[in-house]
């Protein structure tokens, strides 16, 4: 079974770049979940999408932070334009959301991003 | 202000005694607490968890426990293996009524020595 997919695993860009990391979460999971960690914050929820829709984007740090996902198979979180303060390892996470709340998060391996 | 806090960013153990990783929560509307494991160059893997319906949850080495009056949990891994350092996020959530998202902590690096 493939779990959750992440491109690129590694990205070096320049300040000012248009960054798009992507992921394929495990299929039949109807809830994706867009992480950043850092040293400094630990693990940051940036957004949430459930079956499709975006349902809480409060974590997105600013408006150069954009996420889609077009259907349920993909998503897409792009930084535009990029700042080197944006460096982190950036997870992609689904599950499976049944209504009881009592679920588990299945990440992908990450996408560490380096603003130069 | 940090909902979970995992006050101690590193621990280090000797190969077969006990690994014990601590975590505190403000919330008291969390109900449902996750144990993840990374290691490096790899996203985080479900662990354990525990209902508050619970005040322990055992799988094989590793056993969580919830004090739910001290708002504290911690998850016990006895004997340690040097195949368990890595970092332990501890994570809550709301469960009833809530938005089911995880809280996570900032973690605590397990360092297991032979």
């Known amino acids: 079974d493939a779990g959750v997919i992440q491109s690129p695993r590694h990205e070096v860009t320049e300040m000012g770049q248009e960054v798009t990391l992507r992921c394929k979460p495990i299929s039949g999971h109807n809830s994706l979940f867009w992480y950043r960690q850092t040293m400094m914050r630990g693990l940051e929820l940036l957004i949430y999408?459930?079956?499709?829709?975006?349902?809480?984007d409060s974590g997105m740090p600013e408006d150069r932070f954009s996420a889609k996902m077009p259907n349920a198979s993909f998503s897409t979180l792009k930084i535009q334009p990029s700042e080197p303060r944006d460096s982190a390892v950036y997870f992609c996470?689904?599950?499976?959301?049944f209504g009881g709340g009592q679920e588990t998060q299945y990440f992908g391996p990450g996408t560490r991003l380096l603003v130069l | 202000d940090q909902q979970v806090k995992q006050n101690s960013p590193s621990l280090s153990v000797q190969e077969g005694r006990i690994s014990i990783l601590n975590c505190d929560y403000t919330n008291s509307m969390f109900d449902y607490f996750l144990w993840y494991k990374k290691y490096p160059a790899e996203g985080p893997t479900f662990l354990i968890s525990i209902s508050s319906i619970k005040d322990k949850n055992e799988d094989g080495r590793f056993t969580v426990f919830l004090n739910k009056s001290a708002k504290h949990l911690s998850l016990h891994i006895v004997p340690s293996q040097p195949g368990d350092s890595a970092v332990y996020f501890c994570a809550a959530s709301e469960t009833g009524g809530g938005s089911y998202i995880p809280t996570f902590g900032r973690g605590t690096s397990l360092i297991v020595h032979p």
């Open positions: 996470a689904s599950s499976l959301r």
């Open positions: 999408f459930n079956n499709n829709v975006p349902i809480d």
